[in-house]
């Protein structure tokens, strides 16, 4: 592993790196500026997505899977916006679009297995969104919640691309030594972890500021000011790794920030509840699995 010196230089050189980030597609920044602006309507949104025939294709898919189980077929991208809603159109946006960026040209086998990367994002995203649901329902945080699952670990794409042989010998002596996380064998050969990465990510990528502390401090969410949906996501990417099969409540209370368990008043009966839920709705989750 590395000494101070260079972690001070691989900073530095993190840092430039950072300059040659790829700016998010278009698209995304347009339908950001859509759904935050007051005066939008489905027709704008429309608009955009029936420019991209991949795009319509997967909207129209989505609106018309057994997921929604809607009792007639839609048929058209106005109807389907309409009956999904902005938020939802958002995230299918965005999820199709960072798939691309972070799995889909990825071919060869990894010790950062990427699919099952993107398969955890997906799982995060989705328990973030039920755990809202279960505490503090609202359409905004429910969709929020899911972005930043999807997002949550997007400093790790960036290390195994600028870093390749160097994550994958951190992966591998994570792999060895379970015990201790990731983030911390991370911090001892970088100088930072993913979560800090991811964050300066979402800056660089001028995502919403309400996005920077959960992504953070998602490994750590007592340091957070954003309390709830720090805990929200924190607590979503433990719990995402179990099933119902194998659920472990002494397991998973080991793993959990026990603030942030308290922040969100959760027992071990909403935490076995939340497991199913998640792994029901991850079997019904293909178009945002296979974006």
Known sequence: ???????????KNLIQKMDDLPILPNVISKVMKIIDNPYSNADHLTELISMDQSMTVKTLKLANSAYYGFPREIVTVTEAVVVLGFLTVRNLILTST????????????????????????????????????????????????????????????FLDTNYHDRFTAVMR??????????????KREFGIDHAEIGA???????LPENFFEPIKFHHMPDKAGEKYMTAILHVADIISKFSAANFDAP?????????????LKLDEKSLRTAVQNLEYEMSNADLFLNS
């Open 173 to 186: 002596e994570n792999r060895k030594n379970k015990k201790e996380p990731v983030y911390l064998v991370e």
């Open 251 to 263: 397991d998973i209370n080991r793993q959990l920030n026990a603030e942030a368990v308290g922040t």
């Open 98 to 157: 960072l798939y691309n960026i972070f799995v889909n040209d990825v071919q060869e086998e990894r010790e950062f297995d990427r699919r099952k990367f993107w398969k955890h994002s997906v799982a995060t995203a989705i328990c973030a969104r039920l755990l809202v649901s279960a505490t503090a329902p609202g359409q905004k945080e429910e969709e929020e919640a899911f972005t930043l699952g999807i997002l949550h670990d997007v400093g790790k794409v």
């Open 1 to 11: 592993m590395t000494d101070i010196n260079e972690s001070s230089k691989d900073m």
């Open 200 to 206: 300066m990510i979402i800056d660089k990528w001028n």
